[in-house]
């Protein structure tokens, strides 16, 4: 799949996402996606993200970095929102956080197959904490 078709294609998933148009999933996602290294299924995968919604209601993937080199396309995505609970083991509770998630994908067959994800859990942990150590101590 040539560069721009995949950007594409990308851009269109994390809309459908956005959008929680879960009966499209399946045309960006492949039936045997596989997360962290770990096969979850298409089900699997739509069962995370509803599950990421409802945790956090105003859920919004913005794309801030995003670079191609097909089959792979490696995405930094910003989160800035307000989780109702839990997020990340962490007592948010209705706070409103901001942090990144940097993401590996790799296509086959014109849908994701594979996705590992890294989310800077740091970053919400400092700004619970209310100091920038807690955030500097995790990322040595």
Same mark, same amino acid.
């Given at each position: 799949m040539p560069e721009p078709e995949v950007l594409n294609l990308y851009r269109a998933y994390i809309d459908c996402l956005n959008r929680q148009d879960w009966s499209a999933l399946g045309q960006f996602v492949d039936d045997e996606v596989h997360y962290n290294g770990?096969?979850? &299924?298409?089900? &699997?995968?739509?069962?995370?993200l509803e599950n990421d919604f409802r945790a956090i209601p105003d859920l919004q993937f913005v794309i801030d970095l995003l670079l191609a080199d097909p089959p792979h396309i490696a995405a930094r995505l910003c989160f800035d929102c307000t989780p109702v609970g839990q997020l990340f083991g962490l007592a948010v509770n209705g706070q409103r956080v901001s942090f990144t998630e940097n993401v590996f994908y790799e296509f086959s067959g014109g849908r994701i197959h594979s996705v590992y994800s890294v989310i800077d859990k740091a970053a919400v942990q400092a700004q619970l904490t209310g100091t920038r150590a807690a955030y500097v101590a995790a990322q040595r």
């Open positions: 770990q096969w979850i &299924g298409l089900a &699997g995968y739509r069962e995370m």
